[in-house]
Structure formats: C-alpha cells, structure tokens
C-alpha cells in the first residue's frame, strides 16, 4: 500500500492528514457495482461515512445513489450532482426545515421514522402541493451481532417504527393525502462481518413484505440499508470486500413481489480501505511499565478507539518485514484526555521522534468525526494522485 514514492512524498508533508488512494476507492467503487448490477439491486452510498468532496464525485460518476440523515447531507449531494431521484433521506429527528428543503428537491425517498412524522411530511407536502414519497423504516429487532454503540435495529433503538406501532401506521397512512408510500426500509447497523444477519435480516423483511401485501399496500422498494464490515485487522489481505457474496445473500433469500426493486445504503464498506491517518511521532517515553509514542494527531482526528473501542491497524510507515528490534507501545494522542489512545500494547519497529506512523481504514468515520476539541487545526488531506504528480 505504502511504496517508496508514497514513504518519500508523505516525509515531505505536514502531519497529520488523511490520505485517500483514489485508485483503491475506485477498484472499490467498480467492485461493487457490478457485484450489484448482476441483480439489479440499487446502492445509495451513505454520505455519514464520509462527505470529502473527491471521494464524493467518484462515487457519484460511478452511477450510486445517496443516502443522507440530514438537510445538509441532502444538499451536499444535490450540489455534488447526484440526480434527486437517487437520494434518500433517514433520521429519527428531521426538523421542519430539512423535510420542506428536501421537498422542494423532490428527493426519490423519505425513510420514515416514527408514525408522527408521517403527520408531519404530509402537512409540509401539502404547503407545497407535493405528494412525499416515503418507505417505512421499520424496526426489525434483528440482532446485527456488532458493538452495541453501532446496532441500531434492536427494540431498545431509538431508530424506525416499531411493528406494534405498524397497524397505527397504514391507517394514518390512509388518511394522508400527500404521501405516497413507495416501501419498507431497514438497517439493523454498522460493520458487520457474519453475512448471516443478513440472512435473518431477510426473513424479517420477507414478513414484513407480506404483510403490507395482505393489507392492499403494493410495495414498490425494499431497501435493507447498509451495515456490511471491512476487515480492521488485516487490511491488505481484504482491501475490497466481498460484495459478490454480500449481495448474493439478498439475491437467494429476499423474496421480491413482480416489479419490487431492491435498495442498499452503504457506507463503510465503500470507503474504510482507501482512508488512513498519517501522523508523526512527537515523543518517546519508556517507562517501567510502559512505552508510549505520543503522537501528533488524536481523538480529534479519528474518534473510533474511544468512542467504541475501536480496532483499527497501526503501523511504522517505513515498516519492513524484517525488523529486528520490536516493542509494545501504547500509542496515545496529545489531547488532553486520558482516553485518547489509538492502540494499547501495539507492537511496532522501535520507533523515535519524527517517525511517520500510519493508522489504517480510516476512511469511514474518521474524518467526517473529527472535532476542534482543544482547538485543534482544521483536519488536512492528500490524495493518491497529488503525489503521483509530484
Ligand atoms: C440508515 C442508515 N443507512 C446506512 C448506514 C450506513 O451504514 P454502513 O456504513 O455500516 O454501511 C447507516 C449507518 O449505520 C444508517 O444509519
Ligand atoms: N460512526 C460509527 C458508525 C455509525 C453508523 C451510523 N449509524 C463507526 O465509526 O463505526
């Protein structure tokens, strides 16, 4: 992943800074793709994991969809060029300002949160003489195996409609007059790695489907969301997951109505492997107990070790696989928070003052989670091909 150009161009830079190899999001990109179109399945790529504008325009020409869980996300993707027909729109909490926004873009759907919101999208499609078209996000109470921070299709979620709130929902839908429901939707949560919760992902949606069936309601979307996991641990052994037999689950155990087209929300698993933070090493301290590298970048850059205990890959850019002297080090940040570490007892080559250390699948929820936290600087980034042209 690292060549000798990439080792002398980032020695060059100032740290930290995220780096995106725009050619690995793009082998990613067409992977996934055509794993796709082999069933005619729909991807809307979610914004939330990451909104960096080159990241966004690849992804767009690549021909997905947008997924978004905020006016501004919403926005982001009209302005970046995907067609509104290809954007939709979740969040528990849609303030007024965002639905009406999102109105007058004619999004192609709402995913619907709670049996209230319906009453409020059909009164603001009214302002605007419009019909909404929304899918039900339903809650599926279908465990996703994943950190519980991350889970988000358990009953005690704050996410979806719950299926006892169901029946209160298909009449409150008949007596709205400027919606339009158009499917279900679901997304049980984030970087999961046993494709069998999708399997059971399927059933639910199966019985679901069925049921609004029964009731007259012709669904013309089933969207499952997104969740699928990348490999933390061993980076260059999966830089591009495994979309054929991610989507294949849905191809042999969805059981789609004539004419039901199938939807996906994926985030992560289109943008991890291409991101990495780059930092530099500011301080050595061996201690009795313990080493520490203290580097230049923290919690502020990348958030994931402390707010979920996050894994991610370290290592000493200039790496080989012959080093002779390894140690433990706790490789920690210099924010002000005893939190703010990145990997405890990690062991890398013997590492000094100015050595470049290298975090890596970064690129999902990293940037985009950073903060000013202890006033840090702006996040900075390089991409592959501003060092190719160097
Ligand atoms: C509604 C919804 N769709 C899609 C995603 C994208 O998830 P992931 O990045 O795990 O594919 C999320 C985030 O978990 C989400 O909340
Ligand atoms: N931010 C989370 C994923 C959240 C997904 C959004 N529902 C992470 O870094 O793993």
Same mark, same amino acid.
């Given at each position: 992943m690292f060549d000798a150009q990439r080792i002398v161009a980032f020695s060059q830079q100032e740290t930290p800074f995220y780096f995106y190899d725009l050619a690995l999001l793009q082998q990613t990109l067409d992977a996934a793709k055509q794993a796709a179109d082999i069933h005619n399945f729909h991807v809307h790529y979610a914004l939330k994991a990451n909104f960096n504008h080159r990241l966004l325009n690849?992804?767009?020409?690549?021909?997905?969809?947008?997924?978004?869980?905020?006016?501004?996300?919403?926005?982001?993707?009209?302005?970046?060029?995907?067609?509104?027909?290809?954007?939709?729109?979740?969040?528990?909490?849609?303030?007024?300002?965002?639905?009406k926004y999102a109105l007058t873009q004619d999004i192609f759907s709402f995913n619907v949160e709670s049996v209230q919101e319906l009453l409020v999208i059909d009164g603001l499609a009214a302002d605007q003489g419009k019909k909404a078209r929304v899918a039900l996000r339903i809650?599926?109470?279908?465990?996703?195996?994943? /950190? /519980?921070?991350?889970?988000?299709?358990?009953?005690?979620?704050?996410?979806?409609?719950?299926?006892?709130?169901?029946?209160?929902?298909?009449?409150?839908?008949?007596?709205?007059? /400027?919606?339009?429901?158009?499917?279900? /939707?679901f997304h049980i949560g984030s970087q999961i790695t046993d494709l069998n919760v999708f399997k059971s992902l399927c059933v639910k949606v199966n019985e679901l489907n069925n049921w609004f069936d029964e009731r007259g309601f012709r669904l013309r979307v089933l969207n499952v969301g997104g969740g699928l996991g990348v490999d933390y641990h061993q980076p260059d052994a999966s830089l591009v997951p495994d979309f054929l037999g991610y989507f294949s689950v849905f191809a042999n155990f969805l059981e789609r109505k004539p004419g039901q087209e199938v939807h996906f929300e994926l985030g992560r698993a289109l943008v991890s492997q291409c991101g990495s933070l780059v930092s530099r090493v500011l301080y050595v301290k061996n201690g009795i107990k313990k080493n520490f590298l203290i580097l230049d970048a923290g919690m502020t850059e990348l958030m994931r070790p402390v707010l979920y205990q996050a894994y991610h890959r370290i290592e000493r850019l200039d790496q080989t696989e012959s080093e002779t002297e390894m140690l433990h080090y706790d490789v920690v940040g210099p924010i002000c928070e005893s939190s703010d570490c990145f990997g405890k007892e990690v062991l890398l080559p013997k590492s000094e003052r100015g050595d470049l250390i290298v975090i890596r699948t970064a690129g999902a929820y990293g940037e985009v989670m950073a903060s000013h936290y202890n006033l840090r600087n702006e996040i900075r980034y390089v991409y592959s091909d501003d060092i190719q042209q160097s």
């Amino acid at each position: 992943m690292f060549d000798a150009q990439r080792i002398v161009a980032f020695s060059q830079q100032e740290t930290p800074f995220y780096f995106y190899d725009l050619a690995l999001l793009q082998q990613t990109l067409d992977a996934a793709k055509q794993a796709a179109d082999i069933h005619n399945f729909h991807v809307h790529y979610a914004l939330k994991a990451n909104f960096n504008h080159r990241l966004l325009n690849a992804i767009c020409k690549a021909g997905f969809g947008a997924d978004c869980v905020s006016g501004n996300e919403v926005k982001k993707a009209v302005e970046i060029g995907f067609r509104s027909t290809d954007i939709v729109f979740a969040g528990v909490g849609k303030s007024d300002r965002e639905i009406k926004y999102a109105l007058t873009q004619d999004i192609f759907s709402f995913n619907v949160e709670s049996v209230q919101e319906l009453l409020v999208i059909d009164g603001l499609a009214a302002d605007q003489g419009k019909k909404a078209r929304v899918a039900l996000r339903i809650n599926p109470n279908v465990d996703a195996q994943t /950190h /519980h921070y991350i889970t988000t299709g358990l009953d005690e979620n704050k996410f979806g409609i719950a299926q006892w709130e169901l029946p209160e929902a298909i009449e409150t839908l008949r007596q709205c007059q /400027h919606i339009e429901l158009i499917g279900i /939707h679901f997304h049980i949560g984030s970087q999961i790695t046993d494709l069998n919760v999708f399997k059971s992902l399927c059933v639910k949606v199966n019985e679901l489907n069925n049921w609004f069936d029964e009731r007259g309601f012709r669904l013309r979307v089933l969207n499952v969301g997104g969740g699928l996991g990348v490999d933390y641990h061993q980076p260059d052994a999966s830089l591009v997951p495994d979309f054929l037999g991610y989507f294949s689950v849905f191809a042999n155990f969805l059981e789609r109505k004539p004419g039901q087209e199938v939807h996906f929300e994926l985030g992560r698993a289109l943008v991890s492997q291409c991101g990495s933070l780059v930092s530099r090493v500011l301080y050595v301290k061996n201690g009795i107990k313990k080493n520490f590298l203290i580097l230049d970048a923290g919690m502020t850059e990348l958030m994931r070790p402390v707010l979920y205990q996050a894994y991610h890959r370290i290592e000493r850019l200039d790496q080989t696989e012959s080093e002779t002297e390894m140690l433990h080090y706790d490789v920690v940040g210099p924010i002000c928070e005893s939190s703010d570490c990145f990997g405890k007892e990690v062991l890398l080559p013997k590492s000094e003052r100015g050595d470049l250390i290298v975090i890596r699948t970064a690129g999902a929820y990293g940037e985009v989670m950073a903060s000013h936290y202890n006033l840090r600087n702006e996040i900075r980034y390089v991409y592959s091909d501003d060092i190719q042209q160097s």
